[in-house]
């Protein structure tokens, strides 16, 4: 199987992370799959958008569950990033999507291209957001088995393994990965900064959760495994066990040549980068 190389969160050195200019680029870097986030908004729409605020990639600030639909097209999702987008690209109150938005997008690319779901939790829906994302798949003719919207298919990716166990009871294994890292201060800060009071209960709750995502992964039901460089490189046990059992890796963020090379000299088949014509290039993939 040739290694593939997917856009994280698109074409994100480029543009800004999860915006149409990045996932339009992504298809024209000729990325094998496009890497999206999923919120929902508070009137129930699967938007694409990585943290649980609109501060850190908005000229505006916020909870996104708390916002229409509407009133998050109204924000600039660019500017932060790289304010001159190409019209072809959209206008800057077309740069949020929905992921359903996106997948029409990828369609017309018409041709075989992966796209990874990443489910983010904690989410004020609950799991409203998996059946929402499954429900808004389903209606543009995605099944369950083959994990195919046309030429697209599809896998789910979650840090959280209640998440990842509510996949696997509605999709087959192979199209289900966990995500797992350590537990940095930028990502309890993440949550701080969403309204969450207690920083070291966030941090238990945090590290409880990757212990479980390592738990699954030791089971070998999750028959995707995503971890990121740094915790390749520091678990080399745990990522052996896990190939031992047959787990296929998708590992982020890849934007480092040596680490490229490394990792596909390791058996790792999935890379996840936000240079993805950089990195197929200098593994010639191109």
Known sequence: MRTLVYAHRGSSKAYAENTRAAYMQ???DGA????CDVHLSSDGFVVCHHDPTVDRTSNSTGRVGEKSL???????????????IPAEFGAINEQLVTLRELVLLMQKS???VGLAVEIKHPSPFGRRLEDATLAELADLGWNAEDSMV???YVTFMSFDPGSVRYLL???PARHVCQLVTEVDEEWIDELVLAGETDRAGVAAVLAQAMTQGV?????????????????????PSLVEAWMRRGATFRVWTVDD???????VNLGVKQLTSNVPAFIKSHLGLS
């Open 26 to 28: 992504a298809l024209l």
């Open 32 to 35: 094998d799959g496009i890497e």
């Open 70 to 84: 509407d009133q998050l097209r109204n924000l600039d999702f660019s500017s932060w990033k790289n304010p001159s």
């Open 110 to 112: 018409d041709r075989a």
């Open 150 to 152: 046309g030429k697209i």
């Open 169 to 171: 009871e509605r999709i």
């Open 215 to 235: 738990e699954l992964l030791d089971s070998g039901v999750p028959q995707l495994a995503g971890p990121g460089v740094a915790y390749v490189r520091k678990h």
């Open 257 to 263: 040549p040596e680490d490229a090379t490394f990792l």
